[in-house]
């Protein structure tokens, strides 16, 4: 029995002593702790220098002492990052986030990669993630949704922040980029109307909505937003479109005009409205010429548009009224700017020269328009004529002779041509040559039928 008792005393013993050999001693367990605080340390310095490569040695050391530390692969996903590669960066930053799911450094980390490689699909992944610790990463997914055309969230997320934070210039330029796709438009109208019923004294969603229509060619229902403005704001600048329609209406000149000017002055107002206001007056002049004068100054506000040549559409305007005088005024306008279609008003001003029998003018201004132009054989047309009707018929068949030289495909000009040099032979006495051009232009006539 005794005997019985020592062995088992015995195997007692050597199983506590087994346990005892496995357990570490205190100072070995201080001994890897502080080698891993000095690996990560390490790291640190490591990186600081740029020196990745020896960075992610050191952490892989410390990461041997002490497994699944967070810290020690948000460390790495940084270095791999720094060193663009981009998989590896990725993957522990997303071990981090298994760890510590809290920490959003470890899902900024693996915004970063999404961003890098353009990932934008994995990006709204992570930032609806990184939305929860602070709302201003909407914006964020904003530009995401934009990338992945995602137009339709896109929208009603800028909506959202435009109506909880106000808006910004960057959202407003998505918003003008979903609204060139036709189908979003009336999403946007539906939207910009329910607003404006919430809160009829902010003006930006009148003028928001009249852009659109206007955008649109939907001149009246941009005009029926403008009343709808005028009645809820009467002194925003955008009333001022609707009150110069009334008082024009009423045949009251001096307010219409107040109103106008103000309107064409105005940077806010679009300037297809503005076009529209400048024709509507124009047509009330040509009825009531006392107000010419107020039309030459509205027209000055467009010197600087280069959508459309104001002064030369009036100036046509006028030229099919056969209002002569009126019509070179305002070719001189767009003549003397210097951009524009120079050779287009300057044909268009030599002919209402002409039909006023201005020849003396017609001859100056053509063989000026030869030397800026010397391949446009319109100006030589233009030249020989009007030395043709101040009887200089050498100096008319010269010019003609010339420009006959650029015509190319335009039977008309060339038949011109032919007409004037007939004219200008017949001048000159050499009757034979009179006859062969008239004949030319005679035959061509018959080709153009």
């Not at 692969?73 to 510590?100: M, P, Q, R």
């Not at 339709?152 to 106000?166: D, P, S």
């Not at 009150?243 to 309107?263: C, E, G, R, S, T």
């Amino acid at each position: 029995m005794k005997k019985s008792a020592f062995i088992i005393l015995f195997l007692v013993l050597q199983c506590n002593s087994t346990m005892l050999w496995a357990q570490a001693e205190p100072e070995e367990i201080k001994l890897d702790t502080d080698q891993f605080q000095e690996l990560f340390y390490e790291s640190l310095l490591q990186k600081g220098i740029e020196n990745y490569d020896k960075a992610i040695v050191a952490l892989d050391k410390a990461n041997k002492i002490k497994p699944n530390d967070a810290a020690v692969y948000y460390e790495l996903g940084k270095n791999y990052l720094a060193l663009k590669e981009y998989k590896s960066a990725y993957n522990y930053f997303e071990n981090a986030t298994k760890i510590d799911p809290k920490n959003k450094w470890f899902w900024i980390g693996m915004y970063d990669v999404s961003y890098e490689t353009k990932n934008f699909t994995q990006g709204i992944t992570v930032i609806n993630k990184l939305i929860e610790f602070d709302p201003k990463y909407k914006e964020d997914l904003t530009s995401l949704y934009m990338g992945t055309n995602q137009y339709e969230k896109a929208l009603a997320l800028i909506q959202e922040l435009n109506e909880t934070i106000g808006k910004t210039d960057r959202r407003e330029l998505y918003k003008s980029q979903i609204l060139s796709v036709g189908k979003f438009q009336n999403m946007e109208i539906t939207n910009l109307e329910d607003l404006i019923a919430k809160n009829p004294q902010d003006e930006f969603n009148y003028i928001s909505l009249i852009f659109l229509y206007s955008k649109n060619n939907e001149e009246s229902k941009a005009f029926e937003t403008v009343k709808k403005l005028e009645k809820a704001i009467p002194d925003s600048e955008w009333a001022q479109v609707s009150v110069f329609k009334n008082y024009l209406d009423a045949n009251d000149a001096p307010k219409a005009i107040k109103a106008m000017n103000i309107v064409l002055a105005s940077a806010k107002i679009d300037s297809k409205i503005k076009h529209r206001i400048l024709n509507e007056f124009l047509v009330f002049t040509d009825k009531n010429p006392q107000y010419s004068a107020d039309l030459e100054k509205a027209v000055g506000y467009f010197d600087k548009d280069t959508s459309v040549d104001v002064a030369k559409e009036i100036g046509k305007f006028f030229h099919a009224k056969k209002q002569w005088n009126k019509a070179i005024m305002y070719y001189e306008k767009s003549a003397n700017k210097e951009s524009g279609d120079a050779v287009g008003t300057n044909l268009l001003l030599l002919q209402a020269h002409t039909e006023m029998k201005q020849f003396d003018t017609v001859a100056r201004k053509a063989s000026a328009l030869m030397e800026t132009f010397p391949t446009q054989p319109q100006f030589y047309y233009y030249a020989g004529l009007a030395n043709n009707q101040l009887q200089q018929f050498k100096k008319a068949k010269g010019f003609l002779e010339m420009g006959m030289d650029y015509v190319v495909e335009n039977k008309e000009l060339e038949i011109n041509f032919n007409i004037q040099l007939g004219e200008a032979y017949n001048g000159l006495g050499d009757f034979k040559k009179k006859d062969l051009f008239f004949s030319k232009a005679n035959q061509l006539l018959k080709e153009k039928k």
